[in-house]
T-cell receptor, first 115, second 115 residues
Framework: KAGVTQTPRYLIKTRGQQVTLSCSPISGHRSVSWYQQTPGQGLQFLFEYFSETQRNKGNFPGRFSGRQFSNSRSEMNVSTLELGDSALYLC??????????????FGPGTRLTVL | DQQVKQNSPSLSVQEGRISILNCDYTNSMFDYFLWYKKYPAEGPTFLISISSIKDKNEDGRFTVFLNKSAKHLSLHIVPSQPGDSAVYFCAASRWGGTSYGKLTFGQGTILTVHP
C-alpha cells in the first residue's frame, strides 16, 4: 500500500510570489490535514479537508488556503509569500479524520524556502 | 500560546540505557495523547498513544505514562538502541467535537542514542 506522497519535495520562491503544494493521501483515506513545521515551533495545524470540504482550520492568515478534489487529493496554496513562510509543510491522511483514534499518516513533506 | 510543550530540545543516552522524553500540556480539554517519531527527510510516524482514562500504556520497548493532575506525560524507551535516534514529538487531541484532523504538537525532542 503506497504511503502519503507530496510534491514537490523542495521549492525555492521569492517574497511576494505564490506557491501550490500537492498531497496524495493513502488509498481509501478521505481526510487530509496540513501542518507547518518550523524550527522551535513543532508542527502547527493549518487545516483539514474531508469530502472536498474544509472541516477544521488553524490560526493562520488567509494567505494560506487549500482545497480537496473528488479523489481526495489535496492542494494547499500560499499567496504573497513572506520570509517567515519558509518551513516544512507536511500533509497527513486518515480514513475519516475522526481523531484521536483515526491514526494520521504523514507524507515526507515539502521544504519551502522563501528568499 | 504553546499548549503542548517539550522543554528539552535534545537528549543524549547510551545504548542499552533508558531514554525518558517529557511533555507538558496546559489545555485540560485534551484527553488523548500520542507520540510520533521523525527521521530526517521522512514524515512523522505514529509510535504510541494513551487515553486520559489510563495512566500507562506499553508497547514493547516503549511505555507512555500520563499524570493528569500534573498535566504531564513521558515516553520511556528501554533499552535504547541507536536506531531510536530521531526527533520525538508529543501530540494531544480531544475526542469528538470539532477536532477533525487536528493534532496539537510539541516542539519536538532530538534523541541521540550512542553505541
Amino acid at each position: 500500500k503506497a504511503g502519503v506522497t507530496q510534491t514537490p519535495r523542495y521549492l525555492i520562491k521569492t517574497r511576494g510570489q505564490q506557491v501550490t503544494l500537492s498531497c496524495s493521501p493513502i488509498s481509501g483515506h478521505r481526510s487530509v490535514s496540513w501542518y507547518q513545521q518550523t524550527p522551535g515551533q513543532g508542527l502547527q495545524f493549518l487545516f483539514e479537508y474531508f469530502s472536498e470540504t474544509q472541516r477544521n482550520k488553524g490560526n493562520f492568515p488567509g494567505r494560506f488556503s487549500g482545497r480537496q478534489f473528488s479523489n481526495s487529493r489535496s492542494e494547499m496554496n500560499v499567496s504573497t509569500l513572506e520570509l517567515g513562510d519558509s518551513a516544512l509543510y507536511l500533509c497527513a491522511s486518515s480514513r475519516q479524520g475522526t481523531l484521536p483514534t483515526d491514526t494520521q499518516y504523514f507524507g515526507p513533506g515539502t521544504r519551502l524556502t522563501v528568499l | 500560546d504553546q499548549q503542548v510543550k517539550q522543554n528539552s530540545p535534545s537528549l543524549s543516552v547510551q545504548e542499552g540505557r533508558i531514554s525518558i522524553l517529557n511533555c507538558d500540556y496546559t489545555n485540560s480539554m485534551f484527553d488523548y495523547f500520542l507520540w510520533y517519531k521523525k527521521y530526517p527527510a521522512e514524515g512523522p510516524t505514529f509510535l504510541i498513544s494513551i487515553s486520559s482514562i489510563k495512566d500507562k500504556n506499553e508497547d514493547g520497548r516503549f511505555t507512555v505514562f500520563l499524570n493528569k493532575s500534573a498535566k504531564h506525560l513521558s515516553l520511556h524507551i528501554v533499552p535504547s538502541q541507536p536506531g531510536d535516534s530521531a526527533v520525538y514529538f508529543c501530540a494531544a487531541s480531544r475526542w469528538g467535537g470539532t477536532s477533525y484532523g487536528k493534532l496539537t504538537f510539541g516542539q519536538g525532542t532530538i534523541l541521540t542514542v550512542h553505541p
